[in-house]
């Protein structure tokens, strides 16, 4: 499987990290050893100082497609989950001003946390999903699905231009603003609808 990352899809988070709203779907993809073992807590990698958390909501692919037109995406999912895209900021920024591949701050071992899936059907309307992040207890990122760019159909489609989808990829949608440093101790609890779905520890 593979897991495919959209950059820069939340107005909000890009004039914090003060970049530039593209005009298409920014996208990078995380290997399947970025997975953080379920139950595993996440150990700070000794090459950041500056390792982030950015809350995100997640689409499992059900189904190969390629192609996938917009109106037709929904059929290509079944459930939403919720993650997060740890980024070494220290090393993504240093990548990013030689105009490098972010690979080595966004794709490390670990660096994908997927936590429980709902099922679609369990939402109202997916562009109006609740969810946060909260660490040691505080809301530190809060976000709803209204204010992707990109909504959830239209980024199966862009996606499936470039790579064909199959059963079992993950789609992380992009953060929120209120991405911040992580440090050993922290306790992060992911949220949607109130309902828990992840919880780990920093170490
Ligand atoms: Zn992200």
New binding site residues.
Partial sequence: MKII?I?RNYADHISELQNEKPTEPVIFLKPDTAILPTQSPFFIPEFSNDVQH?V?ILVKINKVGKYIDAKFAHKYYDEIGLGI?F?ARDLQNELKSKGLPWEKSKAFDGSAVIGSFLSKNSFASLENINFELQKNKQVVQQGNSSLMLWKIDQLVAYVSQFFTLKTGDII?T??PKGVASVKEGDVLEGFIEGKQLFSLQIK
Avoid: A, K, V, Y
């Fill in positions: 990352c950059g950015e995100e895209d980024t992380f992009g953060t």
